[in-house]
């Protein structure tokens, strides 16, 4: 028999973190019957898009510390008493006051992911997996023999290889609509060096997330300079050629993201959550279907009955909408610069005292808890979660840095920085000779459209579908299929199909189907076709692709969750 013949060719498309963590997986497992081509389209591994320079410059910080870090082979704590001294003095950190509670900078913690991408390739080495990295290599098309059962990978440099499985983790993505086409629009801030400008003019900016806070703070810095005053409290002075420069974030809920504080359990994990056991007994007494309403009760009210008794009693009767509604009163009803510094003090207090603010923990928890399963929601509930819950969850859980809250607070102090609430019906026009026309209505319902000369959409990562996928072959052989969720009620779903029967089907049985971002994937994430069959080679982590079944992005608590379960599946396969 040919030995060779049982070895498992493993594909990992990118080698950021989620190809960190399938890599890690796989080196960890126990097993040693495979071999393993890394294909990346950068010349580095572990940093990805968000923690290299296509994603960050020196200013941008995480939103996570250390011991909010999934372990992966060291903690940062230990590898930064071995990081290089020029590292270290750029970016002003003392090995001996590291303080592992505190956010890093992006870049820093992506030098860290390629140490440990390193240490993970010497690891695989002393247990005899032969690991191939293709560097400068960009996957350019996949495809399927079904009758072989092998995946074939075709590169922009010409590499063409069959592997038994692969696992696609090509990260972020931000399609490129009118950048370059219409001057002065940005479909994307990143990568950020292409906004250090001086500016002499107001700007337009979509969103308010984190991904328009690493904006605000590069646009900043070109034009114009934080100091510490006396007091303690940073202000910030335009530069001389900039004095018109101004930020305006447009954002449809007219809110700022929460601020970080204190988390009790660091990792999204709860003990007292459902475990997958219960959630099948669930399903099946509900049809199938995995109810938001279940959840919402399980893995969120019921945890503070023990843990916060007088908060409990203030939710207890609170139907999602209900809950969402009092949480949103206070933020809706302040000034969101007045709220910011706020959360800020209250932030400040909970780090200093190193106590959660449940609450906010625990909807983040749930948001977390809610993402594998999600797909299992009838569309009643997705489009419930995707209108009501999830604006909630967006704003508490983006964990804005204490250091980024503070350079908002000195913009708006300084009349640079300001925030326009826009509704739903909003539209940007983008201008042949340059610039976008804002058009919005107020809280009032007045019409405004506004010339901006510079637009800049940072509305995040978009949720992609099913045709932005990115591997065509997949899509002409009809291995991949639409996500979609199936309507408990038909007259739920007939209302529904009657308003919009562009993202809502009826199929030939009559039964209603709402269309959700991205591809369809099964539990292991592996790839659904068009006749419903799960393709046991083909894995995708890959978010923009799969955010329909996936709403939440968590990160690396994300790459760390899914890559077990893939790797378990491979393992046993």
């Known amino acids: 028999m040919n030995i060779k013949s049982k070895i498992k060719r493993i594909a990992i498309l990118g080698g950021g973190p989620s190809g960190l963590f399938a890599y890690k997986r796989l080196i960890e497992s126990g097993a040693n019957d495979f071999e393993i081509d890394i294909f990346e389209r950068k010349t580095e591994l572990g940093s990805g898009m968000p923690y290299s320079r296509e994603g960050a410059n020196d200013e941008h910080i995480t ?80 495809s399927y023999d079904t009758e072989n ?57 979509k969103g308010s997330s984190l991904t328009a806070i690493d904006a605000v703070r590069t646009l900043a810095r070109h034009n114009g300079v934080f100091e510490k005053g006396t007091d303690g409290n940073l202000y910030f002075e335009l530069f001389p050629e900039s004095t018109e420069f101004k930020i305006m974030m447009h954002s449809r809920s007219g809110l700022l993201p929460a601020v970080r504080f204190h988390l009790e359990d660091s990792h999204l994990s709860n003990k007292f959550l459902l475990t997958q056991e219960e959630i099948e007994i669930h399903k099946k007494n509900n049809n199938g279907f995995l109810s938001l309403d279940f959840l919402f009760e399980k893995d969120f009210k019921e945890i503070f009955r023990q843990k916060d008794p007088e908060f409990y009693q203030r939710i207890k009767d609170f139907s999602i909408e209900e809950f969402v509604a009092d949480m949103m009163e206070l933020r809706e009803r302040l000034d969101p610069f007045q709220l910011l510094r706020a959360e800020y003090t ?23 808890a809610m993402n594998h399963p999600a797909k299992y929601f009838a569309a009643e509930d997705m489009q419930r979660l995707q209108k009501v819950l999830m604006p909630l969850i967006s704003i508490v859980i983006a964990f804005v840095p204490q250091k980024s809250c503070e350079e908002l607070l000195a913009l708006h102090q300084a009349g640079v920085l300001d925030l326009i609430p826009v509704g739903e019906d909003s539209t940007i026009e983008p201008q042949n000779e340059g610039g976008i026309l804002y058009k919005f209505s107020d809280d009032a319902n007045e019409n405004h459209s506004v010339f901006y000369k510079t637009f800049i959409d940072c509305a995040g990562q978009p949720h992609l579908s099913y045709n932005d996928f990115p591997f065509k072959s997949l899509l002409s052989q009809k291995a991949i299929s639409p996500a979609r969720l199936k309507f408990k009620s038909d007259e739920a779903g007939q209302n529904a199909f009657t308003q919009n029967n562009k993202i809502v089907e009826k199929d ?66």
Not at 347 to 359: D, F, P
Not at 547 to 572: H, Q, T, W
């Open 149 to 205: 059962a092998v995946v074939r990978i075709e590169t922009s440099n010409e590499i063409n290889k069959e592997f038994d499985y692969a696992i696609i983790c090509t990260g972020h993505n931000w399609p490129i609509r009118y950048e370059g086409i219409i001057p002065g629009y940005f479909d994307a801030p990143y990568p950020p060096q292409k906004l250090l400008q001086k500016i002499n003019h107001a700007i337009a900016v």
């Open 63 to 142: 939103n996570v510390s250390d011991n909010e870090v999934p372990h992966i082979v060291t903690p940062i704590s230990e590898w930064i008493k071995t990081a290089p001294v020029e590292l270290l003095q750029r970016f002003k950190i003392d090995p001996d006051q590291f303080n592992e509670y505190k956010v890093l900078p992006r870049l820093l913690f992506g030098y860290y992911l390629a140490g440990q991408f390193d240490l993970l390739r010497k690891m695989a080495e002393d247990a005899e997996i032969n690991t191939t990295v293709h560097f400068e290599t960009a996957v350019t098309d996949i």
């Open 346 to 368: 209250q932030a400040e207090k909970s780090i200093r005292r190193q106590e959660s603010i449940y609450w906010k923990e625990m909807l983040a928890v749930l948001s977390f």
């Open 508 to 573: 030939i049985q009559g039964d209603y189907f709402l269309h959700v971002s991205g591809i369809a994937i099964n539990d292991n994430y592996q790839i659904i076709d068009q006749y419903g069959a799960y393709n046991k080679n083909i894995y995708i982590m890959a978010v923009p692709y799969i955010g329909g079944f996936n709403p939440d992005y968590s990160g690396l608590d994300f790459c760390e969750a899914a890559s077990e379960r893939i790797v378990d599946e491979i393992v046993k396969g």
